[in-house]
């Protein structure tokens, strides 16, 4: 109480003193007080900005007004003050200003804010300021960018290449200039400190023409500009046809011609077909060509549709129609082609019109043909009187003879030969002239070569002698030598032909070469077969090669003949067609011990053949090494097939039981051309060989009894067909393992048949009593051996000396070989039954090359492997997947069947549906490109087929007749 008492006097004592005394009064001021004191704007780009805000606080007692601001030890413009709005403060009143920091060169700054007030006690106050301005923008690694040519209403998307080295984030933008800048695009971006990226800029025309704009690429914020050059042209179509329309102009009647219609991509880009039709109300007589689509057409290249139109009545009215092709296009989906056909037309064809024979030497004899044919209609019948050489008795062409006059009824023809026999050195340029009795149907043929003179041969022979080695009774083996023309001038060779023949044993499969003309560098390879007689003893022939002035050049031909137990398996490796760019799929031979002591294989070499060092191991062989009986080795060997042509070597096995050592045929061809043709011939029905390889594991508990109770089922089923039947038993087993194997072989079969004893029957056929009872016997072959090796037991079971011999050598058993079972005219059809999957040495695709090689040429689809295996289900009494076998199966056109299923008898009753009909699977050779195949049957192009890829074989839904050929042409893919 007393304390308030107090100050209330006090205040009245002093406001009574002011009252009375003016001069007493107290001053009332404001007071600036600035925060922070310190203001640090870091790093900032040049031309670029950051603020910072500035508290002003009035803490004085009376209105504060501003008067001035200064920016005091920084270059003009570097910082900038400001407080919006306002200009006086109020006592107690805060008010927020803002510093800006520009820098406008790199390097730090510093500077003081210095502001000025009214107030009497405290005029001025100051901040602190300081950065660092950073060169920081982006870098441009292009200066221009090329669209190309594009279709309008498509996009093609460029890019443009921007990195920041700087320490900050740098903004990039850009903005394009120019006539058509609406056609062009690039989206802002920012880039990280250190950041490398690409920007899509794209271009999308409106309108047709060439457009040239400047992209002005801002690469910082406050930076100048940097100019992109961007051009591009949009088309009104990018795909066209040349020309527009198809006229097939006059054909007779009945008769068909092909056309095509070239498509020109105007772009830059690709264009792709993907359907090939015609539109509603097209004439019928347009037919597609079977050109494959998708159909890619790359930027700026042609491709052609083939067309076919196949004149079935006489004009007027002409035959009209158009081509529709389905375009992958948002402007043009569509582009048509006029078409124009006109029924009748001219009835006399003669081809060609120009015969060119190209250069030949003097001596030399070329022949061709001309090809006179009445292309009229139905009833129309003309005569060729004469052909003559205009330049009579001196003309260095001659005519074959030809009766004439020769009657041509419609669609006949008649060939006039015509050779090239020059005699004097020069071009040679001549008239045939043929005369018909058509009215104005005589026609002059022009013939054209070059006559050259030639000096003396300079051949060479390589190698200078071919040796066969050593090879089995009854077989046939190919070698050959290359005749090279290493000289500077056309060389004749007069004669190249076997001077012995070796008792005709020596032989030359495409005959005596006679006047062959031969340009400087040029070669070729011959082959020289030999045909091994039954009985043993050592051959000799001679090859002879004459050439113009050169002495003959004889080339010796040996060959020894000897029984051997040693096999080499194939005798004769063929790695078909191959190129540098696409070479043949390594190849394996198999060497195996049938003999009844070790034999030791103590080299393996390939000689000199045509061209040496075209055929080489792929690894290095694995020699010398002992055989134990029963056993082998496995050669690898690779094809280079840089040598254009065919290339022929020997594989010679040296061991410890022949000499001269065992021979393998090596064979190749190199061909730039990627074009194939796989030939076939449907065999004739009624003869099947089923081998039967059977798993000897003890794992095959559960499933042998399944496979014995279908064995009536599978025989029923057999004998249902009509067939001609054989059917043998084989196991999976390879080596002995023990006594408690059946059949005498103590569970090693190595490919012989069950039971390898004879104690009951091995071969059956439709006269065995009671087929379905023997063979559930028959593979009742145990559960006692520790090996799954059925591939290698199939390979042995059909390969000498097994499959051609009545006692197996090298084997304490007698009569244990399966001769008899094999028939070459047969299709084969291998059964192989396992839980587990195949542990042979050999690669899966050497024993599919067995099988597609065992029926010969045109032949492989008629040996097929079917496999009762695990195939993907899981099942308790499977040990594994057949992998290996199911990849066979599916590459020799067979079939795979689950070993799960609890009955086996649908699964052989679908074997016996699959290989006792008519073949309709052709597995091809080589893999087909994209650009797919084309069939023929009997020379006419084949529907009903489909291309497998995963067999890679061509399938028909009903069978080609028996005996047709079949044709499947394609352009090798490298797989």
Not at 947 to 965: I, L, R, T
């Amino acid at each position: 109480m007393g304390r308030v008492l107090r100050r209330t006097c006090w205040v009245l004592v002093c406001v009574l003193a002011a009252c009375g005394d003016r001069r007493n009064t107290v001053s009332v001021d404001g007071a600036l007080e600035l925060a922070p004191q310190t203001l640090d704007f870091q790093q900032v780009a040049v031309h670029d900005q950051r603020s910072l805000p500035v508290t002003l606080r009035n803490t004085g007692r009376g209105r504060l007004d501003l008067t001035a601001v200064s920016i005091q030890g920084a270059p003009g413009g570097t910082f900038r003050f400001s407080v919006p709005g306002q200009s006086a403060i109020l006592p107690g009143q805060v008010v927020q200003g803002e510093v800006v920091f520009r820098p406008g060169a790199a390097g730090p700054a510093s500077g003081t804010l210095l502001v000025t007030t009214d107030s009497a006690a405290s005029p001025q106050a100051t901040v602190g300021l300081r950065g660092v301005g950073v060169d920081a923008a982006a870098s441009l690694r292009e200066d221009a960018l090329d669209f190309g040519k594009i279709e309008i209403g498509a996009e093609k998307i460029r890019q443009l290449t921007f990195s920041n080295p700087s320490p900050l984030p740098v903004q990039v933008t850009g903005r394009i200039v120019g006539a058509g800048a609406d056609e062009f695009s690039m989206s802002p971006l920012t880039l990280a400190p250190g950041e490398t990226r690409t920007q899509d800029v794209s271009f999308h025309p409106q309108r047709a023409g060439v457009k040239r704009v400047a992209l002005a690429v801002t690469p910082c914020t406050g930076c100048g500009d940097l100019l992109v050059t961007l051009t591009g042209e949009g088309l009104e179509q990018a795909l066209i046809a040349e020309p527009p329309s198809l006229d097939f102009g006059l054909v007779p009647t009945d008769f068909t011609v092909n056309g095509v219609v070239v498509l020109r991509n105007l772009s830059t880009e690709p264009v792709t077909v993907t359907g090939i039709g015609f539109a509603p109300g097209s004439d019928p007589d347009f037919q597609s060509g079977g050109t494959p689509v998708p159909l890619v057409i790359a930027g700026g290249a042609t491709a052609t549709v083939d067309l076919k139109f196949v004149s079935t009545h006489l004009s007027p009215p002409d035959a009209l129609g158009t081509l529709q092709l389905s375009v992958v296009s948002a402007r043009h989906p569509i582009l048509e082609v006029p078409l124009r056909g006109v029924g009748g037309g001219a009835k006399l064809c003669v081809a060609p019109l120009l015969l060119e024979f190209g250069k030949h030497a003097l001596g030399t004899r070329t022949d061709s043909k001309v090809t006179v044919r009445n292309c009229g209609g139905p009833g129309d019948v003309f005569t060729v009187d004469s052909a003559t050489l205009l330049a009579g008795a001196g003309s260095q062409f001659q005519l074959g003879a030809v009766a004439y006059p020769v009657t041509l009824t419609t669609g006949m023809s008649v060939d006039i030969p015509v050779s090239f026999v020059p005699t004097i050195s020069g071009d040679v340029i001549e008239q045939l002239q043929i005369v018909t009795s058509l009215p104005g149907g005589t026609v002059n043929v022009q013939l054209q070569s070059t006559a050259a003179d030639s000096a003396p041969c300079s051949l060479q022979v390589t190698p200078s002698a071919i040796d066969f080695g050593t090879v089995v009774p009854g077989s046939q083996s190919v070698l050959g030598a290359k005749v090279l023309n290493t000289g500077a001038d056309v060389c004749i060779l007069q004669q190249l032909t076997l001077t012995d023949t070796g008792g005709n044993l020596f032989s030359l499969p495409a005959g005596s070469i006679i006047a062959l003309s031969m340009a400087p560098g040029e070669y070729f390879t011959f082959e020289v077969q030999f045909s091994a007689p039954n009985s043993p003893g050592t051959f000799r022939g001679m090859a002879t090669v004459n050439g113009t002035s050169q002495p003959p050049i004889s080339l010796p031909l040996t060959a020894a003949v000897a029984n051997s137990c040693l096999a080499a398996n194939p005798g004769y490796v063929d790695f078909g067609i191959a190129s540098p760019a696409c070479p043949a799929q390594t190849r394996q031979v198999n060497v195996v011990n049938g003999c009844s002591a070790p034999v030791t294989v103590t080299a393996a070499t390939i000689a000199a053949g045509s061209t040496d060092g075209e055929f080489l191991f792929a690894v290095a062989p694995p020699v010398p090494q002992t055989l134990a009986p029963g056993t082998g080795l496995t050669l690898e060997l690779q094809y280079l097939a840089r040598v254009p042509g065919l290339n022929l070597s020997p594989l010679f096995i040296e061991n410890s039981l022949l000499t001269p050592p065992l021979l393998v045929s090596l064979v190749g061809e190199s061909s730039a051309s990627s074009a194939q043709t796989d030939r076939f011939i449907q065999g004739q029905p009624g003869q099947v060989d089923v081998l039967f390889v059977v798993d000897n594991t003890a794992s095959m508990l559960e499933e042998n009894p399944r496979l014995n109770s279908a064995m009536p089922t599978f025989a029923s089923a057999a004998l249902g067909t009509g067939v001609d039947l054989h059917v043998g038993v084989t196991t999976t087993g390879i080596s002995p393992t023990g006594p408690t194997c059946p059949g005498g072989a103590s569970g090693g079969e190595a490919g012989r048949l069950f039971p390898a004893d004879n104690s009951s029957t091995r071969i059956f056929t439709n006269a065995t009593p009671n087929l379905g009872q023997a063979l559930q016997q028959a593979v009742q072959v145990g559960e006692c051996a520790f090996e799954q090796q059925g591939l290698e037991a199939m390979r042995r079971a059909l390969s000498p000396p097994l499959v051609d011999s009545a006692d197996a050598p090298g084997t304490a058993l007698p009569s244990d070989g399966n001769l008899g079972f094999y028939r070459q005219t047969a299709s084969l059809a291998v059964v192989v039954v396992s839980d587990d999957d195949d542990t042979s040495p050999d690669s899966v695709a050497t024993y599919v090359r067995f099988l597609q090689q065992l029926k010969g040429p045109g032949a492989a689809g008629r040996a097929a492997l079917y496999a009762i295996v695990p195939s993907g289900q899981t099942c308790p009494s499977a040990s594994g997947q057949g992998l290996r076998y199911g990849e066979a199966a599916t590459r020799t056109g067979g079939a795979i069947e689950s070993i799960c299923a609890p009955d086996f008898g649908p699964l052989l009753q679908d074997v016996v549906g699959r290989a006792f009909t008519a073949q309709t699977r052709f597995p091809l050779s080589g893999t087909p490109d994209s650009a797919g195949v084309t069939v023929t049957v009997n020379g006419t192009p084949a529907g009903g087929w489909v291309y497998d890829a995963a067999s890679n074989s061509v399938v028909f839904g009903a069978p080609p007749p028996p005996g047709a050929e079949i044709l499947v042409s394609y352009t090798r893919g490298c797989s």
